[in-house]
């Protein structure tokens, strides 16, 4: 009987310590998310580009090119009169280990203001980490679709389901 109950102690401690383990990923998942976002909104391409996976810097022709992209949106933006007033970060999915990757996808909503009104984009990031989920890498779905991703990074998981992308939403400014 005291083998049974020690058997049963060490499975609730391996599936609460696997549990807590997933849940310390998830949350260090979506801070880093947020950390990007905030830098994506403060126009910080130095904190920015840390959470660029390094394939998509190499795909896009190297760090300097990906700020000349990055500055040349933000630029047309700007003339446009559009600015990003918030991004949200959802909370992250499964995390899959594959190829000694932990990966997952995260949801974001990315609220812009227009000269006509508000424009809600709901997208997934591809996280990706290679140091057991100490660092994570994104990949915004919305921007790089998914053959140029596959193109990119080569090694995701096939289990990994990105979900379609969604119609954007927009509110038109009322006139008072």
């Known amino acids: 009987m005291k083998s049974i109950y020690n058997i049963f102690l060490t499975t609730i401690f391996s599936v609460s310590l696997n549990f807590s383990f997933c849940q310390n990923l998830q949350t260090n998942i979506k801070a880093q998310a947020m950390d990007m976002a905030r830098a994506l909104i403060k126009n910080d391409f130095i904190a920015f580009s840390e959470f660029v996976h390094p394939s998509i810097i190499t795909y896009t022709g190297g760090k300097e090119k990906l700020k000349a992209n990055i500055d040349s949106?933000?630029?047309?933006?700007?003339?446009?009169?559009?600015?990003?007033?918030?991004?949200?970060?959802?909370?992250?999915?499964?995390?899959?280990?594959?190829?000694?990757?932990?990966?997952?996808?995260?949801?974001?909503?990315?609220?812009?203001?227009?000269?006509?009104?508000?424009?809600?984009?709901?997208?997934?990031?591809?996280?990706?980490?290679?140091?057991?989920?100490?660092?994570?890498?994104?990949?915004d779905t919305?921007?790089?679709?998914?053959?140029?991703?596959?193109?990119?990074?080569?090694?995701?998981?096939?289990?990994?389901?990105?979900?379609?992308?969604?119609?954007?939403?927009?509110?038109?400014?009322?006139?008072?």
């Not at 630029?75 to 009169?81: D, I, L, R, V």
């Not at 949801?107 to 996280?127: C, F, N």
């Not at 090694?155 to 400014?173: E, M, R």
């Open 73 to 139: 949106a933000a630029s047309a933006m700007k003339q446009f009169g559009v600015q990003f007033k918030k991004i949200l970060v959802g909370n992250p999915g499964p995390i899959i280990n594959y190829k000694d990757q932990l990966q997952s996808i995260v949801p974001q909503t990315t609220t812009m203001q227009t000269m006509m009104g508000e424009l809600e984009v709901e997208t997934s990031l591809i996280a990706v980490s290679m140091d057991k989920g100490k660092k994570w890498y994104f990949i």
């Open 142 to 176: 919305n921007v790089y679709k998914a053959d140029k991703i596959k193109t990119a990074l080569p090694d995701l998981s096939p289990q990994l389901v990105i979900p379609p992308q969604k119609q954007p939403k927009f509110t038109p400014n009322t006139q008072n």
